[in-house]
């Protein structure tokens, strides 16, 4: 079991209705704002530092749940005007963005292929980590716990009528982020 379902690091919580394809892209325009709100607040302090910080979030779902509907229009609202590609099969997609004037690396996983945790640390990925972007990960429990706490932890269910959000804060910039939504 990942620790984004380890409810005692919970900062905030939001559950959000998605009755459609249009709902959950609206949310994700709406989480690109917060990111950008989120990333002011943060980076105006006085620092010498040219990017922007990092974040991780963790994208649970079953197939077909909207993770990838969710992560596209995120994307195209943070200003990517190129296809995004699901991930499924190169594992990572990268994206290279400006936020707030800053720059920003965003890396999409998509870790459904992995059967076993340390197919994840043997892919090498902890270098995407380890630097200031924006890692967005869907099935993250397939690597165990070996990605951390996120920042963010978004849980897609299909429900009779579109999808129920659930959206779990484990940071201070998380937190910020999810206010703004």
Request: include cysteine.
């Amino acid at each position: 079991m990942p620790l984004t379902s380890n409810a005692s690091n919970v900062l905030s919580q939001r559950l959000f209705t998605l009755p459609n394809e249009a709902a959950t892209e609206n949310f994700g325009q709406r989480f690109a704002l917060a990111l950008n709100t989120a990333y002011i607040n943060i980076n105006s302090k006085p620092t010498n530092n040219k990017e922007v910080a990092s974040l991780q979030l963790h994208l649970i779902g079953e197939l077909g749940a909207g993770k990838t509907t969710l992560t596209r229009a995120t994307l195209h609202a943070l200003g990517h005007t190129g296809r995004v590609r699901s991930p499924t099969y190169t594992l990572v997609e990268p994206y290279a963005l400006v936020i707030n004037g800053k720059p920003l690396n965003v890396y999409h996983f998509d870790l459904y292929r992995f059967a076993d945790p340390e197919e994840w640390a043997e892919a090498g990925f902890r270098e995407y980590f380890n630097e200031r972007a924006l890692c967005l990960i869907e099935w993250p429990q397939q690597a165990g716990t070996l990605l951390g706490v996120p920042d963010l932890a978004f849980t897609l269910e299909v429900m009779p009528e579109g999808r129920r959000l659930t959206a779990r804060a484990f940071s201070e910039i998380g937190k910020e982020c999810l206010k703004q939504c």
